[in-house]
Each structure stands twice: as C-alpha cells, then as structure tokens.
DNA sequence: CGTTAGCACTCGTGAGTTGAGAGTGCTAAC
DNA sequence: GTTAGCACTCTCAACTCACGAGTGCTAACG
C-alpha cells in the first residue's frame, strides 16, 4: 500500500484512537465536532473513502461509522506511534513495587502479571523463563527423609534449574543411609544428561537405583517440558468489554486462557529473540483460528540464547495498542534485568545481558 | 415453620427442579402439564399460596411464575432429597480417572477440580490440605548449592510439610561449606519452633546465621501462614449461566474468585471437622455479603485434627444442590481417602483415619 | 483542483404500541 | 377439599415508526 498523506494519517489515528476508546464506530460528522476539525465532515468523508479503499477501515453496514480493520491498526501501529513509553512517573511508581518484593522469581512474575493488566486494563498473561538448553545436566542432587517412607529428591540442574520430586520405597528409609547414596552417586552424576543418567541407574539397586531412575526421569521431563506454565490476570476487565458481552464470547475466551490452548496457539509465531522486542499480532494475523478474535501484544524476556520467557496482553481486538506496547515493552525489559541479574552472573554465561533501553539504569 | 404435607413437599421438590433446570420462573399450569399431575393448576395455586405463606417460595413479579427462596432450597436440601450419591457407574469412572494419575497431591487436585467442575456444570474450587499442626517443628533441613551467590534451602517439618526458599549470599558458596553447616546445625534444630530457631540463630555468625533466620523465618510464615491457595475450574461454565450474563456481575464474580477474597469470606463459616461433611450455604445464609449472590457446597477433606484441605462448588443460588452435594461427598471421601493414605501412615499419626461411607473400600 | 454545501438515501436504534400468553387470586359450584 | 370459570395483571416479543447518524454524489466556490 503506498503512504498516506498526513491528513490520512492524522484521520487514521483520530479513528483509532475513538473507536478504542468509545466503542462505536465512529462517523465523519461526530469527529469534526469533538475534534474541532478545520475542514468540514465531506472532506473528511471523501478522506475516509479513501482510507477504506486502501483497506485501512470499514463501516459495519451501510450508513454506520467506520472501524479500522486488522490491516488499519497495524498501519497504526508501524507508523503513526512511534515506539511508546510509559510516563517517567509511572514507569518510576512500578520500579518502585518492584523494589519493594523480594528477590524472588515468583514475586517478579506475579507482579508484573497484575501491574500490566491494571496498566492496560486488559488480561496479562506470563511465563516462567525457560531454560533454553538442548539438555538438561545435573549439577547436584539431595535426599531428603519426609517420612518413613518418602523421600523428597531435590535435584539441581547446570542450567540452575531446581526439580523436586517425592519417591516412595516400600521399605524403611532413614536419613543416614540417604547420606550414603547421595554422597556415593553426586559424583558419578556430576555433568550427566538424560541418557547417561538412564546408563547409570541400570548398574544400580535398590533404593539407590530408584533414586537413580528419577533423576534420569527428571532430567528427560526437563528436555521435553512443553507444558510451560502461563499466569495471568485481569480477567475481570477483559469480561466487561462489550466484545464479551454474551457468555458465550466470555466463556471461549476463559477456556483459551485457561485450558492452555492459548500458549500453544501463540508460541508458534512469537519471535524469542532478541528479548525486549514487542510484537503485536491483530484478529486474523495470528496463524491460529483460535486466536483471531484478539489482539495481542507480547514480548519475551530473559537472558539471551539461555533462559526467555512471556510477557503480554491479551484483549479483543479493539485494544489500546499504544499503551500496551509501551507497558510490556517496559514490565519485558523490567523482567529482563531482574532475571539477567539472577542467572547473569553465572560461569556458564557466554554473552554478558545488555539491558535495553528501556531498562531502568538507575536505583 | 411447621412441617409441609406430602403434596407440599412434592410441590416444591417440581418447582425447584423445574426452576434449577430452566430458569424461569415456574407456573401452575405449565407444572401441572409437563408432569401431568392428576390435580388441577387451581389447585396448585392453592399450595403454592401455602408455600409462597410459608416463605418457601416467591414471585419475582405478579404475574409470573414461583421461585424458590434460600428457605426453600434449605428446605428442599434438609428433607427431601436425603443424602444424595452419584451413581455407581460415575463413582467407578471418577475412581478409574483417580487411579490413572500418580501418587503426588498436585494431580490429586488438578483432577478433583476439574472432574467436580464438570460434573455439577459450575466452577469447583479445591485447597491444598494444610497441616492443623499449631506450631511448626522442625524435622530437618538441606543446603543445596544453586549457584555462587545463590542457596536453596529445603526445610521438612515434623507435620511432613516441605518448605523450601531461596538464600542470597555476598559471597562465594561451596558446596562443603553448606555441608558442614548441615551437618552442624540439623542436630541442634531438629524438633525445634520458630522461637527457638530465632533464638539458635542469635547465636550464629555469618552464612549459618542466614541460615538459621531463615529457617525460623519459614517456621514463623508456616505458624501463621494464612494465604491458603485456592485452585478453581470450570469458569467457562458458570460464564454460560444467565445469571453472569451482564458484565458487572461476570466481572464480581471472577475478581471473588481470583482476588482470594472468596476464602477470607467462605472459611469463618465452614466448620472443619468432622471432614467428608457437605455444607451448603445459600444465598443470605453467607455470613460475608460478597458471597450473598451465589449458592455454595464445601466439605473439607484429609486427617482428622491434622491436615485438612477443602473441596467445593460455587455457583449462582440457583444450581443443582442435589447432583453438587453428591459431587463433592464423593469427591471429598475420596481426597480424604488419599491424603490419609499419605500422611495416615506416619508415627504421629496418634487417631487412625476412618474412611466415611462415601469412600472406596475396594479396588 | 481541492474543498464544501446541499441533498437524497440508507439503515440501525430506541421508544412506543400492542396482542398473546402465562400467571395469579377469588368465588361459586361440585 | 377440589375445580371450573373469570377478571385481572404483567412480561415479553413482535411490530411500527420516526429520528438521527451516516453515507455518496453533485455542483458550486475560491
């Protein structure tokens, strides 16, 4: 398509910006008004023809307002808004929550969940970062006794990954003779992956060898983990939109959200690198049906090549783009850092984590 | 109120079946001709002026058709559908899907939930038991080395309660390190309370006294520890209901559910003991306003005096009280089941667990 | 040639209107 | 105690209808 004339470009913006924020399809009269216009509505009627010609909006039915189209709202969004950031103070009043929790993984993503959908007044969704390894290697592993006979497997992984299990043994299990495994089998198992850790468990017996065949099992649900778990919230802005008015829109969206469709419906076409870089995918530009009624805007975050995960917004397709961009640009490089800080400093980081420019330097 | 004639009785039990079903209000003559009663609709209106006296029933509006009060689904809950059961073909289905999955709580009430949620067309809810234990002990504790800077401490309790967190330290950690400090201090710390702990760790220095804090810092958050986990499903369901078609209430009832101000309000008046039994709040019978809107049926499940966990469904005051007390009767019988089967071994087990009627015996 | 006033036309929306239907209570007769 | 009949009420869905917001087109204007 070619470009637009500024005065098109101006009337595009003008029409998103109503049609998101009214609702209703928004008509030439009613926007010379409440925009005090310089040119009457049959010039902005003429425009908007054109605009429609281009495939930018569309009018519902004859003699309604128009709505921009899939196609419109990315021209809005590749050219008219630049690259969004939240206000300084607002981006300083989240910095400062995130201050106030502590070091902790779980923390980090439960606040950058409600932050970005009180922010954006749609559903958030997040991820735990996933380690990005081919595959999984212990580092070390502990038995604990819970019970006489429940042992709780803590294994740690080279990738900084932490897996516990419980192992039931039919015989009385004490702490000492825990000792004697944990101590003869660490070493052998240092640096050991999937396979090795199957080998290795063949050679053994007894409790040692159930000890040994769940690290191995461990180790393999670590390489295949796809069922990444997927947080969100703000469901309840998501249910007053009038898109979700019958229970039948509300409880399709729930169950996407919910039976984890939505994660596998996404991922495919999300880009996981470089970190920070927010994409946006409108109603049909998403590969999945399922997912066309929306629009979305997500970004992954993380520590480049080594661990990434989710972070985005979830709404119909009427959504304030502009503010979302600006607010998961600014919660993904927020999480990048805090992460970047947890795994960065580890020896088998090979690229040091340049923190984006939307990272607060400063703290 | 004085006890209703048979005719009542079988009056009332149509018209909430017919309501639950439908959703509207119901009628004499419409009853009278879908059942084929053998009495007229005048006499009919009779009673149901004697129900209607009898504050049992209600018309929204003149002119339109009775439904039942909270006095009424009491009424009809306490007297006329005795202790309701699912059929032995369900029970066997539900226990089949139980055996499938492994022994690990988690996938106990993944499957509890989602199997209540589908089974009573509402959204079912489900807490992790929690150990009635009032002071936390110390049973043991592990160090496991995650990176340079980085600890996981791993704390059981006496209670078989696992706890673990992570440790920030300023300097280099060795795994022989956290060894010897293991080996130190479990002996001192076994059996021991928070206080205690707090006051062991005053004596400490360095990386042990982190150590130490942190254990009494656990043991102190597992005494008070009130921000129980509420998992739920089936919200798809619920969203379908008519009563939720509005956003506003949509939007009230997801933020109950998920904000957690829906246990704060639910537990004061949930009686725990003895576990497997049904309780049924409808309506105003909820001490907390929030809940005044919905019909509820909770049983809490687990270890008599020791963990106990609670299994329930939530819903519009018009739901199907019959099917959902029977729901969650087996449901409940079988989690109590289960969990007693994983704590009910233990040495300080001092009350065997009794399996109530409800629960499997044979499989 | 871009802009605009005017005009004819379309069509969704919301406000009334109306009739059918479902419901009720009451009364008198069985 | 039951029921047929009746007068009455009130919701609901269908229907009409005028309004208004919207459009495109055309002709005139600067």
Chains 1, 2 share one sequence.
Request: aromatic letters at 6%.
């Amino acid at each position: 398509m070619d470009r637009l004339t500024e005065r098109q470009e101006q009337l595009l913006r003008l029409i998103v910006h109503e049609y998101v924020s009214s609702g209703r399809a928004v008509g030439s009269k009613m926007l010379v008004e409440s925009y005090h216009l310089s040119v009457s509505s049959a010039t902005i009627r003429n425009e908007m023809g054109e605009l429609e010609r281009a495939g930018l909006i569309d009018q519902p039915h004859t003699s309604a307002g128009r709505v921009p189209t899939d196609r419109g709202y990315r021209y809005y969004i590749e050219r008219l808004i630049g690259e969004p950031r939240l206000s300084s103070t607002e981006e300083m009043m989240i910095r400062h929550q995130f201050r106030q929790v502590e070091m902790q993984l779980e923390g980090w993503m439960q606040l950058a969940v409600t932050t970005l959908a009180r922010s954006t007044g749609n559903v958030s969704v997040v991820t735990a970062p996933r380690v990005q390894a081919q595959t999984a290697r212990v580092k070390h592993f502990e038995l604990v006794g819970i019970q006489d006979h429940v042992v709780l497997l803590v294994l740690v992984t080279q990738e900084s990954g932490v897996k516990q299990s419980f192992l039931h043994w039919h015989d009385m299990v004490t702490q000492p003779q825990l000792r004697a495994i944990s101590d003869r089998l660490n070493t052998p198992f240092a640096g050991v992956n999937a396979a090795d850790a199957a080998a290795l468990a063949a050679r053994e017996e007894g409790l040692a060898r159930l000890v040994a065949e769940s690290i191995a099992e461990r180790l393999r649900e670590l390489d295949t983990e796809t069922s990444v778990e997927l947080q969100h919230a703000g469901l309840e802005h998501a249910l007053q939109q009038p898109e979700f008015a019958g229970g039948q829109a509300a409880g399709q969206f729930v169950e996407l959200l919910r039976g984890g469709g939505f994660l596998s419906a996404l991922l495919p076409q999300v880009q996981p690198e470089p970190a920070d870089n927010v994409q946006v995918f409108i109603g049909t530009e998403n590969i999945a049906d399922s997912l066309h009624p929306y629009g979305i805007v997500v970004a992954t975050y993380g520590v480049r090549h080594e661990v990434i995960g989710l972070v985005g917004v979830l709404g119909p397709r009427r959504m304030p783009y502009e503010r979302s961009i600006g607010s998961v640009r600014y919660i993904s490089g927020l999480m990048s850092d805090l992460v970047g800080r947890l795994y960065g400093a580890e020896p088998f980081t090979t690229e040091p984590y340049t923190p984006g420019r939307n990272t607060p330097d400063h703290d």
